[in-house]
């Protein structure tokens, strides 16, 4: 077999990233390792989590009309997940779940409860940068505590 072929069986690409109805085409290959085979238990998880937050959450906020997660892998750093910038009212969330499973085993958490805040915390981004507010660390994570813990939603975008 020639090099050409065995390179072409060798390499993987991304699965075609989809989103329907989405005015934007952010693509998570184009800044990122995607993940072509995360764990399946945690993509399962998060797809149930996704759509309860559709269902119970989403319509209570103006500004976002639906949402997706991709995931990531080898970022170089200890980021867990990410709001894609510019994906404002269907915004685009990353997790990186390898980088999520050592968090949680070096701080002794939960990892279902850590990907419910991460997701929460970046949609607390894309809430701000539909309202023209400046990214704020503390602001997004008050917004998922307030929402995961007390079942509150801080409506921050309206003061």
């Given at each position: 077999?020639?090099w050409y072929k065995?390179?072409?069986q060798?390499?993987e ?5 989809e989103?329907?109805g989405a005015?934007h085409d ?13 764990d ?7 797809d149930?989590y996704?759509?309860k937050l559709?269902?119970e ?9 639906d ?5 990531i ?5 200890d980021?867990i997940a ?9 915004p ?7 980088s999520?499973?050592?968090?949680v ?6 990892i279902?409860?850590?990907?419910e805040?991460s ?9 701000e940068?539909c ?5 704020d660390?503390n602001r997004?994570?008050q ?5 995961q813990?007390?079942g ?6 309206e003061?």
């Amino acid at each position: 077999m020639n090099w050409y072929k065995k390179a072409q069986q060798e390499f993987e690409e991304p699965p075609k990233w989809e989103y329907p109805g989405a005015p934007h085409d952010f693509d998570p290959a184009w800044e990122h390792e995607v993940n072509l085979n995360p764990d399946q238990e945690i993509v399962q998880f998060v797809d149930g989590y996704i759509n309860k937050l559709k269902k119970e959450l989403i319509p209570q906020i103006e500004d976002i009309e639906d949402m997706k997660v991709g995931y990531i892998q080898n970022t170089g750093t200890d980021m867990i997940a990410k709001y894609i910038n510019g994906t404002r009212n269907w915004p685009v969330f990353l997790i990186d779940i390898e980088s999520t499973k050592k968090a949680v085993r070096e701080l002794g958490l939960n990892i279902y409860d850590q990907i419910e805040m991460s997701i929460l915390h970046e949609l607390g981004h894309a809430i701000e940068e539909c309202n023209g507010l400046p990214f704020d660390e503390n602001r997004a994570e008050q917004f998922a505590f307030n929402y995961q813990f007390l079942g509150e939603i801080e409506r921050f975008w309206e003061q």
